[in-house]
């Protein structure tokens, strides 16, 4: 089984500021992606970013970028520039990649981190 | 529709009944998740299909809960007996493919009083 830990229940940065929420997991699995999601309070879950295992290069979107750590099983999430809109939950999810003929699987998730930007 | 649609928004019934929630996943997309989560936690996985099919039901807590999705693209999960510790956000997602990228609905909010 899989377990996604991130250690930072709550942070608060100011406006146009850098952020970085932390993110470890484990797995025994070779081949998998690694998601990051914001929840507003709206409930609705949206994708922020996405890393295959097997790409060496660190995903980037926009204003957010990853560092990738295969061997730490660290995936933290770095939010530049940040804005008032940032202001939400964010979870660090897992998912094994699985192939023909083997099981299915969901999304593993950690506990989240409450981001809050300071005007 | 645009996006993956829950129905009810919220839903409050009383210990005991019976309860089913709706998911109509993005069209074309064969894979759909339902997850639950609990106040200040994570979602947690409760079943994937793919197509009509159940692939993995392992997340389901146990024989009370039962998901359907007779064609391939609604999905109803259905709750007997409800219990006051079943009260959570149920979240339906979709995806075109088991590991695509999983669009997700604004959730069911279940309170069971």
Redesign the interface.
């Given at each position: 089984a899989q377990t996604?830990t991130q250690s930072q229940p709550e942070m608060s940065v100011q406006e146009a500021e850098t952020v970085t929420l932390s993110c470890t997991y484990d797995t025994s699995e070779n081949n998998y992606?690694l998601f990051w999601?914001k929840q507003p309070p709206?409930?609705?879950?949206?994708?922020v970013i996405?890393q295959e295992a097997y790409k060496q290069q660190n995903a980037t979107e926009n204003r957010f970028s990853v560092n990738f750590q295969k061997a730490a099983k660290s995936f933290s999430l770095k939010i530049s520039d940040s804005q008032l809109g940032d202001t939400a939950m964010y979870?660090c999810?897992f998912?094994k990649?699985?192939y023909s003929g083997g099981?299915?699987?969901?999304?593993?998730?950690?506990?989240?981190t409450h981001l809050i930007i300071q005007p | 529709g645009a996006g993956v649609s829950q129905t009810p928004s919220n839903k409050v019934t009383e210990k005991g009944k019976y309860v089913e929630l709706r998911c109509d996943p993005i069209s074309g997309h064969t894979a759909l998740?339902w997850?639950r989560q609990s106040l200040?936690?994570?979602?947690?996985?409760?079943i994937?299909f793919?197509g009509t099919g159940a692939?993995?039901d392992s997340?389901l807590p146990n024989d009370r809960f039962f998901a359907v999705r007779p064609e391939g693209s609604v999905s109803t999960l259905k709750i007997q007996r409800t219990e006051r510790g079943d009260s959570a956000?149920y979240?339906c997602?979709s995806s075109l493919w088991?590991?695509a990228?999983?669009?997700?609905?604004?959730?069911t909010?279940l309170t069971v009083v």
């Amino acid at each position: 089984a899989q377990t996604v830990t991130q250690s930072q229940p709550e942070m608060s940065v100011q406006e146009a500021e850098t952020v970085t929420l932390s993110c470890t997991y484990d797995t025994s699995e070779n081949n998998y992606y690694l998601f990051w999601y914001k929840q507003p309070p709206s409930r609705q879950m949206i994708l922020v970013i996405r890393q295959e295992a097997y790409k060496q290069q660190n995903a980037t979107e926009n204003r957010f970028s990853v560092n990738f750590q295969k061997a730490a099983k660290s995936f933290s999430l770095k939010i530049s520039d940040s804005q008032l809109g940032d202001t939400a939950m964010y979870f660090c999810a897992f998912m094994k990649i699985m192939y023909s003929g083997g099981g299915a699987d969901g999304l593993t998730f950690g506990k989240g981190t409450h981001l809050i930007i300071q005007p | 529709g645009a996006g993956v649609s829950q129905t009810p928004s919220n839903k409050v019934t009383e210990k005991g009944k019976y309860v089913e929630l709706r998911c109509d996943p993005i069209s074309g997309h064969t894979a759909l998740y339902w997850y639950r989560q609990s106040l200040g936690q994570g979602p947690e996985f409760l079943i994937y299909f793919q197509g009509t099919g159940a692939a993995d039901d392992s997340g389901l807590p146990n024989d009370r809960f039962f998901a359907v999705r007779p064609e391939g693209s609604v999905s109803t999960l259905k709750i007997q007996r409800t219990e006051r510790g079943d009260s959570a956000v149920y979240l339906c997602a979709s995806s075109l493919w088991q590991g695509a990228n999983a669009f997700f609905g604004q959730g069911t909010r279940l309170t069971v009083v």
